[in-house]
Nanobody, 123 residues
Framework: VALVESGGGLVQAGGSLRLSCAAS???????IGWFRQAPGKQREGVQC???????HFADSVKGRFTISRDNAKNTLYLQMNSLKPEDTAVYYC???????????????????WGQGTQVTVSS
């Protein structure tokens, strides 16, 4: 299993970025998603897709982030709009044992993830 994220960068508040995650060694039809980790903070699930295609998201990104996957390219995406300084973090795509939201937060059951891509939002 290999996951390679790309697309991060520096953007002003209110801007947009699109992250990509190329997968190899397995197909993206399993449970998969994005989580992020800011310095000194616990990692936070952002969005995930279940095996049957259901999408779940954390309350913190509701209405702003959109996860999608291209099965033909075996690639996962995260479109991030209306970015805020608090979105600054390293973003990882990851396989997961579940895609479930509890009290507005995605359960952390990640199996494997890539090296991450840095997203920095300036105010």
């Amino acid at each position: 299993v290999a996951l390679v994220e790309s697309g991060g960068g520096l953007v002003q508040a209110g801007g947009s970025l699109r992250l990509s995650c190329a997968a190899s060694g397995f197909t993206l039809d399993s449970k998969i998603g994005w989580f992020r980790q800011a310095p000194g903070k616990q990692r936070e699930g952002v969005q995930c897709i279940s095996s049957d295609g259901n999408i779940h998201f954390a309350d913190s990104v509701k209405g702003r982030f959109t996860i999608s996957r291209d099965n033909a390219k075996n690639t996962l995406y995260l479109q991030m709009n209306s970015l805020k300084p608090e979105d600054t973090a390293v973003y990882y795509c990851a396989t997961s044992q579940t895609c479930t939201v509890v009290r507005g937060r995605i359960l952390d059951r990640y199996d494997s993830w890539g090296q991450g891509t840095q997203v920095t939002v300036s105010s």
